[in-house]
């Protein structure tokens, strides 16, 4: 069937209409705040919050000054492994659960909690490990007892390149270097944390 007004078939033009409301729906979908409660502050303790690649960029550099970053928290699942070897640094390698606690770019459950046992992943979108030097997590949805973890929207303050990594073996420097260490949580789960 054709429009006699341009001899552009009226099933084409539909499909265009519906293409283009499409990527109106889209755009608009991604512009959705990242969190159920609204989009992450803007700033953190005086300083611009930036994202987690953002952070990563940050970690290149080598500077251990303190940064904002907003992201998705997920704590290790409880882990049994075998002490790590001296010299250690308590903070930044004496616990075998820090390689599995991160902070992500993205919302993805990292978990499973089935009656066979707990289970972990790795993020496949941007992460870092997280270790915190003086906040709790109190502050952190659970583990599940079935299924699969939920991470927790989170906005913290800290710092890559902790002179304490010095003290960590030669061959882990470089991984206790890349740590973020918390200093402060200062939003969490849509609450803002005096």
Do not use: K, Y
Not at 148 to 156: D, E, L
């Amino acid at each position: 069937m054709s429009d006699d007004r341009g001899g552009v078939p009226v099933s084409v033009a539909w499909i265009l209409v519906a293409a283009f409301g499409a990527a109106i729906l889209l755009t608009n979908w991604m512009r959705m705040p990242s969190t159920p409660e609204g989009a992450f502050p803007e700033t953190a303790n005086g300083l611009p919050v930036a994202t987690i690649s953002n952070a990563i960029e940050v970690q290149g550099l080598s500077a251990a000054s303190d940064v904002a970053v907003s992201g998705w928290f997920q704590q290790s699942p409880p882990l049994r492994r075998d002490s790590p070897r001296p010299p250690v640094v308590e903070l930044l390698n004496g616990d075998c659960t820090i390689d599995a606690t991160w902070l992500m770019s993205a919302p993805e459950g990292l978990v499973d909690v089935t009656a066979n046992g707990i289970s972990a992943t790795s993020p496949s979108f941007p992460a870092v490990n997280v270790v915190f030097d003086g906040p709790d997590t109190s502050w952190a949805r659970p583990l599940p007892q079935t299924g699969r973890s939920v991470p927790t929207p989170v906005v913290v303050v800290g710092h890559f390149d902790d002179e304490r990594a010095a003290g960590c073996r030669p061959e882990d420097v470089q991984r206790c270097l890349d740590r973020f260490v918390v200093t402060d949580v200062t939003w969490a789960d849509g609450v803002d944390r005096p």
